[in-house]
């Protein structure tokens, strides 16, 4: 078991803290300076304010446009939020020329698909989703984001907010068209030998409730005096004390 270092990310809306990441030019580091390797992206984030509504390329167009190895599928376990705090996930409204005149407007927040955040769910969020974390004066969510190893995201709206240096963030829609879907959004929360766990084709991630010991190999998530750390744990090892989420890659 090897403990990885974990690295923040100040953000416009918040902060990420990278647990877990073996995306190349961006891998966290173990406590003897070596890098991790083959591992899922896994994040901390705090969305004081929301986050764009944004989209992520699949695996085919992730190639196509961005000559990359893999689209990006997330998912997010809500680990706080507030009563208010909402979730954008999908458009209400797929047809074509309303999204087009809305988003030449700059004002698709009229189509946005919200939800209320739940403390303690699973959200699937497969690549082609719009969709945000959180909604003006409705965040203030605290989440464990698991996702395939990709930093790509194109954004389409951003609540026409401007930076320190008074300017907006820059917008993708020509490439976030490109990988827009019309998907059923199902939140998906699963119960199974008293544990409660997400899986998906890439990976699967759970609470972890009862288990002393490492099923398989993955990434155990510890919350231990107010901060997040991950461990690299190996089958058969002895999980640490105060692991609370446990990652592992879905096998084929």
């Given at each position: 078991?090897k403990k990885?270092v974990p690295?923040i990310h100040?953000?416009?809306?918040?902060y990420?803290i990278?647990?877990?990441?073996?995306?190349?030019?961006?891998e966290t580091?173990?406590?003897?300076?070596?890098?991790?390797?083959?591992?899922?992206?896994?994040?901390?984030?705090?969305?004081?304010?929301p986050l764009?509504v944004?989209?992520?390329?699949?695996d085919t167009?992730?190639k196509?446009?961005?000559?990359?190895?893999?689209?990006?599928t997330?998912t997010w376990?809500?680990?706080?939020?507030?009563?208010n705090?909402?979730?954008?996930?999908?458009?209400?409204?797929y047809?074509?020329?309303?999204f087009?005149q809305k988003?030449k407007?700059?004002n698709?927040?009229?189509i946005l698909?919200v939800?209320?955040?739940k403390?303690s769910?699973?959200?699937?969020?497969?690549a082609?989703l719009?969709?945000?974390?959180?909604t003006p004066?409705?965040?203030n969510i605290?989440?464990?984001?698991?996702?395939q190893?990709?930093n790509?995201t194109?954004r389409l709206?951003d609540y026409k907010?401007?930076?320190k240096n008074?300017?907006?963030r820059?917008?993708?829609i020509d490439?976030?068209?490109?990988c827009v879907k019309?998907l059923?959004?199902?939140?998906?929360l699963?119960n199974?030998?008293?544990?409660?766990?997400?899986?998906?084709q890439f990976?699967?991630?759970e609470?972890i409730?009862n288990?002393k010991v490492?099923?398989?190999?993955?990434?155990?998530?510890?919350?231990?005096n107010?901060?997040?750390f991950?461990?690299?744990?190996n089958?058969?090892e002895?999980l640490p004390?105060q692991?609370?989420f446990?990652?592992?890659?879905?096998?084929?």
């Amino acid at each position: 078991m090897k403990k990885i270092v974990p690295v923040i990310h100040n953000k416009i809306w918040g902060y990420e803290i990278w647990l877990v990441s073996s995306l190349k030019g961006y891998e966290t580091k173990f406590e003897d300076n070596s890098l991790v390797k083959n591992a899922p992206l896994i994040k901390i984030i705090h969305a004081k304010e929301p986050l764009s509504v944004q989209v992520h390329p699949d695996d085919t167009l992730a190639k196509e446009i961005e000559n990359q190895e893999n689209g990006k599928t997330e998912t997010w376990f809500v680990l706080d939020c507030e009563k208010n705090s909402e979730l954008v996930l999908g458009l209400s409204d797929y047809r074509n020329e309303i999204f087009q005149q809305k988003l030449k407007e700059n004002n698709l927040v009229d189509i946005l698909n919200v939800v209320k955040a739940k403390k303690s769910h699973f959200y699937n969020i497969p690549a082609g989703l719009v969709h945000g974390l959180g909604t003006p004066n409705n965040a203030n969510i605290t989440v464990i984001e698991v996702q395939q190893p990709s930093n790509t995201t194109y954004r389409l709206y951003d609540y026409k907010r401007v930076d320190k240096n008074n300017q907006m963030r820059e917008i993708h829609i020509d490439k976030a068209l490109k990988c827009v879907k019309d998907l059923n959004y199902t939140a998906e929360l699963k119960n199974h030998n008293e544990d409660i766990y997400y899986q998906n084709q890439f990976y699967k991630c759970e609470l972890i409730l009862n288990s002393k010991v490492a099923e398989e190999n993955g990434w155990a998530i510890v919350y231990e005096n107010d901060s997040y750390f991950a461990y690299e744990v190996n089958c058969g090892e002895t999980l640490p004390n105060q692991a609370i989420f446990f990652v592992s890659w879905t096998k084929n």
